[in-house]
C-alpha cells in the first residue's frame, strides 16, 4: 500500500490533554521570542500564537465557578497578585541589566523571565478568569521547567512563593473548583486543543526543517526552540504517558488502497 503524508503528520506530540497541549505551547512560543524563528517557520509560528491564544481563551471561559466562592472577592486578591508579578518583573531586570563578568546570574533570570515576562505583563489587563488562566498556564510551564530551582539559585523563593500564594487565592476568590480538565469539559476544548496540536506540528517541522548540516547554527537554533518539547517529553516518559493519542497516531500516516485490478 502507499503512504500519504500531510502538513504536520511527521510528528507526534507527546499525550496531552487541553490544559498540558496549552502549557507546551506557551513554551514554544516563550523560546521563540528569545531565539529567533526561521523564516521558514515564521507564519507557522504566528499561527501558533493566534491558535495558543484561542486556547487560553476557551480555557478560561470554561473554568467552573462554585455557586459560593469563598475567601476574598477577585478584586481584592487582583492588586497584591498584580503587584507581585510587577516586583519579580522588576528584581529580574535589574538582574538582567548588570551585564558585567561579575554577574553570574543572568542566565538563571533570564530562563524565569522568558517564561513569566517574554511578553510583557499586558495578561494582568485581562478579565478575572482569563489572567487566572494565563498565570496558571506560567505557572505550569515554570514547573515543567523546574524555575523553582531558579528562583532558588537567584535566593528569590519568596517571589515565585507569593506568586504562587496569590495565585490560589486568587482561583479561590473566583470561585474556581477545579484546574484539571474533566471529561465534559475536554470535549468542549477539543476543537481548540486539537487546532494548537496540530499547529505545533507544522511548526516543529518547520523548524526541523530548517537545518542545514554545513551551517552549525541552524542546529543550535532548533535546539534551543524545540528544547521545550524536549524538556515536556522527558517529563510525560518519567510518567510514563509519553505514547502518541490515537489521534496523533492516525495523523502520522494514512494508508491508500491500491487501485482494484
Same mark, same amino acid.
Given at each position: 500500500?502507499? $503512504? ?17 497541549a ?12 528569545? +531565539? ?15 491558535q +495558543?491564544?484561542?486556547?487560553? #481563551? ?12 469563598? #475567601?476574598p ?36 533570570? $533570564?530562563?524565569? %523571565? ?5 511578553? #510583557?505583563?499586558? %495578561? ?21 521547567l ?9 535566593n ?31 470535549? $468542549? ?15 516543529? /517541522? $518547520?523548524?526541523?526543517?530548517?537545518? /542545514? ?35 496523533d ?13
Open positions: 500500500m502507499g $503512504k500519504t503524508y500531510s502538513p504536520g503528520s511527521l510528528v507526534a506530540l507527546p499525550r496531552t490533554n487541553a490544559l498540558e496549552q502549557a507546551l505551547a506557551i513554551s514554544l512560543v516563550t523560546a521563540a521570542l528569545a +531565539t529567533p524563528v526561521p523564516s521558514i517557520a515564521s507564519r507557522s509560528f504566528e499561527r501558533l500564537q493566534t +495558543t491564544t484561542a486556547l487560553s #481563551g476557551a480555557i478560561a471561559g470554561l473554568v467552573t465557578p462554585k455557586a459560593e466562592p469563598t #475567601g472577592l477577585p478584586h481584592v486578591v487582583d492588586p497584591s497578585l498584580d503587584r507581585s508579578l510587577s516586583y519579580t518583573r522588576q528584581w529580574l531586570e535589574a538582574i538582567l541589566a548588570l551585564d558585567e563578568p561579575e554577574n553570574t546570574l543572568r542566565d538563571a533570570a $533570564k530562563r524565569i %523571565y522568558d517564561v513569566f515576562f517574554a511578553d #510583557g505583563l499586558t %495578561y494582568l489587563n485581562f478579565p478575572y478568569l482569563r489572567q487566572w488562566s494565563t498565570i496558571h498556564a506560567r505557572l505550569t510551564v515554570a514547573d515543567e523546574d524555575l523553582d530551582a531558579a528562583f532558588t539559585e537567584l528569590g523563593t519568596c517571589f515565585i512563593a507569593s506568586i504562587r500564594r496569590l495565585h490560589k487565592l486568587y482561583g479561590d476568590a473566583l470561585g474556581i473548583t477545579d484546574a484539571r480538565v474533566t471529561v465534559d469539559v475536554e470535549a $468542549k476544548l477539543r476543537p481548540f486543543a486539537d487546532a494548537t496540536r496540530n499547529e505545533m506540528r507544522v511548526y516543529i /517541522e $518547520k523548524v526541523v526543517a530548517s537545518v /542545514e548540516p554545513d551551517e552549525p547554527a541552524t542546529a543550535d537554533a532548533m535546539t534551543a526552540l524545540l528544547q521545550p518539547l524536549a524538556d515536556f517529553t522527558a517529563k510525560s516518559t518519567a510518567r510514563g504517558d509519553a505514547q502518541p493519542m490515537e489521534s497516531s492516525q495523523a502520522m500516516e494514512t494508508d491508500l488502497e491500491p487501485p482494484a485490478e
